[in-house]
């Protein structure tokens, strides 16, 4: 069974660091890809980070540069490490994960709060 399940939201000052975490998926070899998503107040979802099984990853421009995802595989565990965080990178952030069926997974999010 899949599910994401993320952690590490909360309260920070522009400018600041955050790293989120993510577990619940099995393990990084038993899935297409994990990810993080984002949706801020009045917007829809978007995009922000993919690692793949094979190590590659991939970032939305607007995190290019300030975000790293990365895998702990020993423990199961998906980051997102977010430096120089902007107002703009308040949202609930979410954890997904795609299986080798292609189906995607998310979590239930956690609220990451950026104040200026």
């Known amino acids: 069974q899949v599910q994401p399940v993320e952690s590490g939201g909360g309260l920070v000052q522009a400018g600041g660091s955050l790293r989120l975490s993510c577990v619940g998926y099995g393990s990084i070899s038993s899935i297409n890809s994990m990810g993080w998503g984002r949706q801020a107040p009045g917007k829809q979802r978007e995009w922000v980070a993919t690692?793949?099984?094979?190590?590659?990853?991939y970032y939305a421009d607007s995190v290019k540069g300030r975000s790293t995802i990365s895998t702990d595989n020993a423990k199961n565990t998906v980051y997102l490490q977010m430096d120089s965080l902007k107002a703009e990178d308040t949202a609930v952030y979410y954890c997904n994960a795609k299986s080798l069926a292609l189906v995607t997974y998310w979590g239930k999010g956690t609220l990451v709060t950026v104040s200026s």
């Open positions: 690692l793949t099984s094979g190590g590659s990853t």
